[in-house]
C-alpha cells in the first residue's frame, strides 16, 4: 500500500518496536518515566528551551499550550487555515473560553503583521484580552520565510503578547531552510511538536517552553486527560525518530518534488504548489471520486478532495512515486 494521505500514517520502523519492546519505564504521572524523562529533555535541549512536556497528540499540545497562556475571555490571533483554529474542534473556546481572532494567512503561510497589529483589541472591558499570536510552521507544507520570523517577534514583543508555534512539521522547516530546528524556535515562547508526523513516531507530541510554563502546562494535560503512565513505551519510538529521522525528511521533501513534476506533465491535472513533503494539485471535477477508486485498485491511497493533498513521508519510496505517476497517467489516458 502506498498511502499519501498524510504523514500521520507511517508504520513504527523495527528500530522503534526494539526500543519500544526495552524501553525503561516508570508512571510518568508522579514524573518517574525515565524514557519519557529522556524524550522531554532531548526536545527542550533541540529546540532550545528550558523545558518539555510529552503529550498524547498535536491537538492536545497545542490545546494545553493554550490553555496555559490564556484564561477565559482572552484571546488568541491565529490564521484562518491553522490547524489549533480550524482542525481543533474548538477545544480551547470549548474547555477554556478562549476566543480565537483568526485572520487569512498570506500566501507564504505567514499573517500580515499589520493586519495582525490591527486586530490587537485596545484594553477596554468591551474587548476580549489579546494574549498570543499563533503560527504555523511549516503550513500546507510551507516553511516561514526566517526573516519574517524576526519581525514576528519583534511585534509580539512590542505589543507584550505570547508567540506560540504549532511546530508540527516544524523539523521539516528546519531541514527546507537548511538551519538547525533551534534557529526556528528561538523566535517563540512555546512550540508544541508532532513526533508522529514526518518523523515517523507511532504516537506523541512534545509542548516545549519556560520551565514555569511546562509545569503549568503539566497541570492542563491532567485536565484534559493526558497524563499517561508508563508511557516510556511510546516515547522510546519518539527518541528513536529523533535520532534517526530527522536529516532523512530531506529525502521525503526531494520524491515530493519529483511527485509534482511527475504529475505536472499530465494536461488534467494542475499543479497549485509543492513544498517539503506536500503537493497540492486541483483535479478535473469529472473525476470525481473515480481517480480514488483507480487508484486504490493499484494499492495507492489518497483523501478523497479537490484540490488534493499528497503527502510523502517515510512509508513513500521513491518506487513509489514513480507507480504513482504512471497510475495517475493510465488513468487519465
Ligand atoms: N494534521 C492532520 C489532519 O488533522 C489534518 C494531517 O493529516 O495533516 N498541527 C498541524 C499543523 C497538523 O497538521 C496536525 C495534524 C496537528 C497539529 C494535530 O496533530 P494530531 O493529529 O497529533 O492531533
Not at 191 to 208: D, E, I, R, T, Y
Request: charged content about 25%.
Amino acid at each position: 500500500m502506498i498511502d499519501l494521505r498524510s504523514d500521520t500514517v507511517t508504520q513504527p520502523t523495527d528500530a522503534m518496536r526494539k526500543a519500544m519492546a526495552e524501553a525503561e519505564v516508570g508512571d510518568d504521572v508522579f514524573g518517574d518515566d525515565p524514557t519519557v524523562n529522556r524524550l522531554q529533555d532531548r526536545v527542550a535541549q533541540m529546540l532550545g528551551t528550558e523545558a518539555a512536556l510529552f503529550v498524547p497528540s498535536g491537538t492536545q499540545g497545542n490545546l494545553v499550550s493554550l490553555l496555559t497562556h490564556c484564561g477565559r475571555g482572552d484571546e488568541y490571533i491565529v490564521g484562518q487555515q491553522a490547524h489549533t483554529y480550524r482542525f481543533e474542534a474548538g477545544g480551547a473556546a470549548v474547555l477554556g473560553g478562549i476566543q480565537p481572532q483568526p485572520l487569512e494567512f498570506e500566501p507564504d503561510g505567514s499573517l500580515d503583521l499589520d493586519r495582525v497589529a490591527a486586530a490587537i483589541k485596545p484594553r477596554d472591558p468591551h474587548f476580549a484580552r489579546t494574549r498570543i499570536v499563533c503560527l504555523e510552521n511549516t503550513h500546507h507544507g510551507r516553511p516561514l520565510p526566517m526573516e519574517y520570523l524576526g519581525h514576528y517577534g519583534a511585534l509580539c514583543r512590542d505589543h507584550g503578547l505570547g508567540r506560540h508555534l504549532d511546530g508540527a512539521r516544524v523539523f521539516n522547516a528546519a531541514v527546507a531552510c537548511g538551519v538547525p530546528v533551534s534557529a526556528i524556535t528561538r523566535h517563540f515562547d512555546t512550540v508544541s511538536l508532532c513526533l508522529s508526523k514526518g518523523l515517523g513516531a507511532p504516537v506523541g507530541s512534545v509542548v516545549c517552553g519556560p520551565r514555569g510554563f511546562v509545569e503549568e502546562a503539566v497541570r492542563w494535560r491532567k485536565v484534559t486527560g493526558g497524563g499517561m503512565r508508563q508511557a516510556g513505551v511510546i516515547a522510546a519510538a519518539g527518541l528513536v525518530a529523533l535520532d534517526e529521522h530527522v536529516e532523512r525528511l530531506a529525502d521525503d521533501h526531494a520524491n515530493a518534488e519529483r511527485l509534482a513534476e511527475g504529475l505536472a506533465t499530465i494536461g488534467e491535472v494542475e499543479l497549485l504548489d509543492q513544498q517539503t513533503n506536500m503537493v497540492f494539485v486541483r483535479l478535473p471535477k469529472a473525476c470525481g471520486s473515480a481517480l480514488g477508486r483507480h487508484l486504490a485498485d493499484r494499492g495507492i491511497r489518497i483523501l478523497d478532495s479537490n484540490p488534493l493533498r499528497l503527502v510523502t513521508h517515510l512509508d513513500v519510496s521513491r518506487d513509489d512515486v514513480e507507480t504513482t505517476i504512471e497510475a495517475f497517467e493510465a488513468f487519465f489516458r
